[in-house]
């Protein structure tokens, strides 16, 4: 196999600007969550082996859940400061509470969706109102987006609403928009 970088063949693009903005979360919404989490910590360093792992995963899982919950309005907010300045957003995140509650923040913005649930269909539907200027809103699912091309033409601002474990996914949804074009 023979790779090259994009200097190599003549497509040398600028830098990524990444700028890390920290948001307010909502406490209440962490504290429902507190005696189960506990729980599951406790579980994780006192529980039998296989207690432990399914503890462990539980816990990862409800944190993460309840941290986009936490998140979702006051991302909502930071991405409303970008479309009220015609700034077409790219929205990623990840768990269906966090999008039921951006589609209520942002239903003004009449944004598309690009995530699991949608069909093959619509998510070409999505794109397309996207590329073609219907909406500056799309919520696209972190790992979703495998081979869409175009977004780069419209788009130069992605909002990770909910980050993933693995910051190379960050960096795959990045290149959804940081290619030529």
């Not at 923040?105 to 619509?122: D, H, I, M, R």
């Amino acid at each position: 196999f023979l790779r090259r970088n994009r200097e190599e063949v003549g497509m040398e693009m600028p830098k990524v600007n990444t700028i890390i903005h920290e948001i307010e979360y909502d406490q209440t919404e962490v504290d429902k969550e507190h005696d189960l989490m506990l729980m599951l910590a406790m579980r994780v360093t006192t529980g039998s082996f296989t207690e432990r792992g399914e503890a462990a995963r539980e816990l990862d899982m409800r944190l993460r859940r309840v941290t986009g919950i936490a998140k979702a309005k006051y991302v909502a907010e930071f991405c409303k400061i970008l479309l009220d300045n015609g700034e077409p957003v790219l929205l990623s995140g990840w768990h269906r509470d966090v999008y039921d509650i951006w589609a209520e923040s942002l239903k003004e913005y009449n944004p598309v969706w690009y995530t699991g649930t949608e069909s093959v269909k619509q998510k070409n539907e999505s794109v397309e109102a996207f590329t073609k200027g219907a909406t500056n809103l799309m919520i696209i699912s972190n790992r979703s987006g495998l081979g869409i091309d175009g977004l780069q033409k419209r788009c130069c601002n992605l909002v990770v609403g909910e980050l993933d474990y693995s910051p190379q996914v960050h960096k795959q949804l990045g290149g959804r928009i940081d290619r030529p074009g």
